[in-house]
């Protein structure tokens, strides 16, 4: 768990890029990413969950009924910056494999640190959608992620 849990709870309006927004609560702790597991899901070219493995389900604290079929941003931690995300689209939209830290906001507002990894999926040339997968990161890896996303808000 971060040095800063503090376990505070406090509601935030989330705005996402579509123009859609939504209040969250948010509550300050962790919630550690458990050893050995990947968190796998596909997405169509515009965000909609297609796929979500139990391990998504589990540390998402969303059923599988309420995952496929929303946009993927539902786990979108109002501390992360939008820019962080703009990186991610950018690459992607290139074709290119993106990497990078994501703090993600659960169901019960509690958040998870993932090292994520999105690769486009291509057939025939054209673009179904999007691949994620995500690992457990380092310690010192968060450590940076918050320092650096703080500068960036």
């Known amino acids: 768990m971060s040095e800063q849990d503090t376990g505070q709870v406090r509601e935030a309006l989330i705005r996402y890029y579509d123009g859609t927004e939504r209040m969250a609560t948010i509550v300050d702790k962790e919630v550690p990413y458990p050893d050995g597991k990947l968190i ?18 589990d540390m998402s ?16 931690h109002p501390d992360m910056p939008a820019v962080a995300f703009k990186g991610l689209w950018d690459t992607v939209a290139e074709g290119k494999k993106w990497q990078g830290f994501v703090k993600n906001l659960r169901k019960d507002g509690t958040y998870y640190w993932v090292k994520a990894t999105v690769i486009p999926n291509m057939r025939n040339g054209e673009l179904v959608g999007y691949t994620s997968v995500r690992r457990k990161p380092s ?11 703080a500068t960036l808000m």
């Open 40 to 57: 796998v899901s596909r997405t169509d070219p515009q965000g909609i969950i297609t796929h979500a493995n139990q391990a998504f389900v």
């Open 61 to 76: 604290g969303y059923s599988r009924e309420e995952l496929i079929g929303v946009n993927h941003y539902i786990l979108r």
């Open 139 to 149: 310690r010192s890896k968060i450590r940076e992620s918050e320092a650096l996303y």
